[in-house]
């Protein structure tokens, strides 16, 4: 008897193991396990036959035949059956299930592990509790498979238990990771990440197995989704190679997808591209070569290839319509459709849309079916996107208002978003402009609950934020803005937008720029969009770093009285100014002309700020952008009393050195203080500057060319005021963490090269011993605890530069400005001669000592230093020192 016991205990593992790796590997992944082999177990004669069979089926699901595997289980269960030995009755119809759930045999499988669960409760009230668990871990495997991610994690939380009860160590952790990949499944990849890094500390100490590889996958997959791509790679390396050491052979093909999928984040679409057709070569079932063909399909429309993507979609068709209903083959077919509709203007060549309507329309049953009311949802949504796209505005609004309505009963933020998104855009296109702001007020809501969240949009449905959550905002702010009488006249004449351009300047000139009373939009309707715009500017941070970013705040009318806040919003067939000043409505101009007239004057601008280009071409360019964002408010007399602008910039606007506009005469750095800010909300000021911590490279180092200036600029500083220094071989990043940490400095002054750029993978700064990256760097320069009497006051990058060509670069400036704690930074849009850039910062510092001097106004006085007193008056040597927070 005690033999019997010790041979059901290990086959009671085995299983478990197989139902945890099968869990853990949602859409597209599957993974198997080793089992003891019969010798292994020591089977007596009289149990040799049957265990020989649940054998014979461990065996046919490792190798993928799955159906093989029903029939031999099967068969077991049913001579248990007979033989009235409901113990392995019940372990025979739990493994039966996960073959069957394998094969998309939903109801079959849902009846397998219902009869199994029966048994345990009536008629073996005292099982064993690794059975116990086994059962648990199946049936929340089958919950999580048809969406019921909730209820899933509970079904294993209660196996988590019983692995305890057991002392079953490995299947506790495997429970566990379960739990992580089920949080995943419902957007939860922060929390699922640091569940799964503790799990990992604990599975890199034990062997090498199934469970081990699962973690990692998860945590690969996790890490992929919030970002962080490299950590991916090598996690997902680490778990491909301990599959194929181990032959887990039906986990590989979900591992190369991940890999495939990071190669494509590193914008490495080639290797991306060898590991989907890896995949699909050796995937174990019909539903992991889909999601790799799947994979290809998507990368091949994302990189313009249509010749290889069109003769793939009608294959893939055909494998959706006959893959039974599931939670994964539902998200397939919608991720099929989305990528479709993403790439509407060559999808009609692509597919029929009677064809992809027709597929939507079965999945949308098959998602009520099988009751997964989110898939529902998304695929309602993608179904009347289709019909937006054929015109058939009835049909469209009652398919997207259906999945509105679904979303909002599952308080589903992500969907809400995007069909409440869809619903605006429908009554916008019917002229129902009142209804439309409504829907898109509700999608910027959703998207705004969401925050750092945005990423939980399923990875199989979501895009880029510039093509799903920017325009949103964009297309709010645009309805908001418009006039009541939009169409019937502009709000400025042709000869008024042309000595605009000219510079010309009667009192009468910026009321031609404001629209007639009537016409112009609400103080409410200003205030909204004003605070989209500083919405989106976060949203874009939240984004970069794929996590909130910006906490505790003040408004800026508690700031600074003396400031105005300039908003410059780029539509696309205007320009529209709003100005914010504390106790005062708000003011808004408008210049009508098309985005893509602004960008290239932008453009045009940037170019002839190089020192060698025509500086009648600058001076007019300037010019003309001055007129644009800052002439109406100034004959309008909207700046008396005003000392500092501080600008809430968009676009390529971020690009423009602002404080070189020119107005005829002089620059704007010479009538007021400049600062930009990612919107009204800054971190509070303290009232001084004590000390400063300074470090700098001015050697050749790591391929970078030497700073020779910077060595007297950093001792120049460290004279001037109480600091540390580190410099050139000291300049190491633990040095400069422990100094952050240790010292109570509110100045952190860093000369050396970096780069921002709007990929947190190219955004960096040198040290002596390799670069740190933005994430690395933010962390280390918050590393005083959570007192904020102890945050960086002020954070000084004199060397660094944004990636050349890169329209939103500035976004890793600013993202390491908010995200560092630092209330004040000050950083170049480009590089500048390094003895410019030390004759500017000293005299920056000679200035913040002067008693009640903000921060932008000592910027101020050594630009018009360098300008008035020195040969680098060209604004190529000063324009591009920018402030970015508080400038108090």
């Known amino acids: 008897m005690l033999l019997q016991i010790k041979q059901r205990r290990w086959l009671y593992i085995s299983l478990s193991i197989l139902s945890l790796c099968l869990a853990v590997a949602i859409t597209p992944a599957r993974a198997s396990l080793q089992v003891p082999t019969t010798s292994t177990l020591n089977v007596s004669a009289s149990t040799a036959q049957p265990i020989n069979w649940l054998e014979q089926g461990r065996n046919l699901y490792h190798s993928g035949r799955f159906v093989e595997a029903v029939t031999v289980w099967q068969t077991a269960a049913q001579q248990y059956h007979t033989q009235g030995d409901r113990l392995n009755e019940a ?222 979609a009608p294959q893939l068709l055909q494998q959706l319509r006959e893959l039974p209903p599931s939670h994964t083959s539902l998200y397939a077919a919608i991720n099929f459709v989305a990528t479709v509709n993403h790439h509407q203007s060559n999808s009609a060549e692509i597919l029929p849309l009677k064809d992809l309507a027709q597929l939507m329309a079965v999945t949308v049953k098959s998602a009520q079916q099988i009751q997964d009311t989110r898939a529902e949802a998304y695929a309602l949504h993608q179904w009347g996107k289709l019909y937006r796209r054929t015109q058939q505005v009835s049909q469209a609004q009652e398919l997207t208002q259906k999945s509105l309505n679904i979303a909002r009963q599952l308080q589903a933020n992500d969907i809400i978003a995007q069909s409440a998104w869809q619903v605006g855009q429908l009554y916008k296109q019917q002229g129902d402009r009142s209804k439309a702001i409504t829907a898109y007020t509700e999608a910027v809501n959703a998207l705004k609950a969401l925050r750092g969240d945005l990423v939980a949009i399923n990875p199989d449905v979501q895009f880029s934020f510039r093509t799903s959550v920017e325009p949103v905002y964009r297309e709010l702010v645009d309805l908001l803005l418009e006039s009541e009488k939009a169409g019937e006249q502009g709000t400025g004449s042709r000869e008024n937008k042309e000595k605009l351009g000219q510079g010309y300047k009667p009192k009468a000139f910026a009321s031609a720029l404001r629209p007639p009373a009537s016409d112009q939009p609400s103080q409410a309707a200003l205030m909204q969009a004003r605070e989209l715009i500083e919405a989106l500017q976060i949203a874009e941070l939240d984004n970069f770093f794929r996590e909130a970013c910006l906490d505790r705040t003040q408004q800026i009318d508690q700031v600074d009285p003396t400031a105005t806040v300039v908003y410059p919003i780029i539509l696309p067939d205007r320009l529209t100014v709003i100005l914010s000043k504390a106790g005062q409505p708000l003011r808004s101009y408008v210049i009508h002309k098309s985005q893509a007239e602004i960008e290239q004057t932008l453009e045009n601008f940037l170019v002839t700020l190089n020192p060698v280009s025509d500086s009648k071409d600058r001076d007019r360019l300037s010019q003309q952008i001055y007129n644009w964002l800052i002439r109406p408010a100034e004959v309008d007399q909207a700046f008396i009393d005003t000392k500092t602008l501080v600008f809430v910039l968009d676009g390529r606007l971020r690009n423009i050195p602002i404080a070189a506009l020119f107005d005829g005469k002089q620059y704007l750095i010479e009538k007021y203080a400049v600062a930009l800010s990612p919107g009204l909300q800054l971190m509070a000021t303290r009232s001084n500057h004590i000390g400063a911590i300074v470090g700098g490279i001015s050697q050749s180092r790591a391929g970078f060319s030497a700073l020779p200036a910077v060595e007297s600029e950093v001792k120049q500083i460290s004279k001037a005021m109480s600091s540390s220094l580190l410099l050139n071989q000291e300049f190491t990043s633990q040095a400069l963490a422990e100094l952050v940490k240790s010292s109570s400095a509110g100045i952190v002054h860093l000369a050396t090269h970096g780069q921002f750029s709007s990929r947190l993978e190219d955004t960096f700064l040198l040290t002596w011993d390799g670069q740190v990256n933005v994430k690395e760097l933010s962390e280390l320069l918050k590393n005083r605890g959570s007192d904020p009497s102890k945050a960086i006051e002020l954070l000084v990058l004199s060397a660094c530069d944004t990636a050349a060509g890169d329209d939103r670069a500035v976004l890793g400036l600013a993202g390491l400005a908010v995200k560092s704690g630092a209330r004040s930074t000050i950083a170049t849009l480009w590089p500048v001669k390094d003895r410019a850039a030390a004759m500017l910062m000293t005299r920056f510092y000679d200035q913040l000592r002067q008693p009640k001097i903000t921060k932008a106004e000592a910027l101020r006085q050594a630009q018009i230093n360098l300008i008035h007193q020195t040969d680098f008056h060209d604004p190529f040597f000063w324009s591009g020192f920018v402030l970015i927070g508080n400038w108090i």
């Open 91 to 312: 372990l025979s119809l739990s493994y039966l299930s996960l073959a069957q759930q394998e094969l998309n045999q939903w109801e079959a499988a849902q009846q397998s592990i219902e009869q199994s669960l029966k048994l345990l409760q009536t008629s073996i009230p005292s099982a064993d509790a690794i059975l116990w668990a086994q059962a648990l871990n199946t049936q929340a495997n089958l919950q999580l498979h048809t969406g019921k991610a909730e209820i899933a994690i509970a079904s294993w939380q209660q196996a988590q238990k019983y692995y305890d009860q057991a002392g079953d160590t490995m299947g506790s952790l495997g429970s566990q990771i379960n739990q992580a990949q089920a949080l995943q499944s419902l957007g939860f990849y922060r929390r699922s990440k640091q569940q799964l890094e503790a799990l990992t500390e604990k599975l890199q100490e034990m062997p090498d197995n199934e469970i081990k590889v699962s973690g990692l996958r998860s945590l690969g997959l996790a890490l992929q989704i919030i970002g962080d791509s490299g950590k991916s790679q090598q996690v997902l390396e680490q778990s491909l190679a301990i599959a194929r050491q181990i032959s887990a052979q039906p986990q590989l093909s979900s591992i190369l997808i991940s890999l495939g999928q990071t190669a494509v984040d590193l914008e490495d679409p080639e290797t991306g591209l060898d590991y989907f057709e890896q995949a699909q070569q050796v995937a174990t079932n019909p539903s992991d070569q889909l999601q790799a063909r799947l994979a290809q399909f998507k990368l091949f429309l994302n990189y313009d290839k249509p010749e290889f993507a069109n003769p793939l």
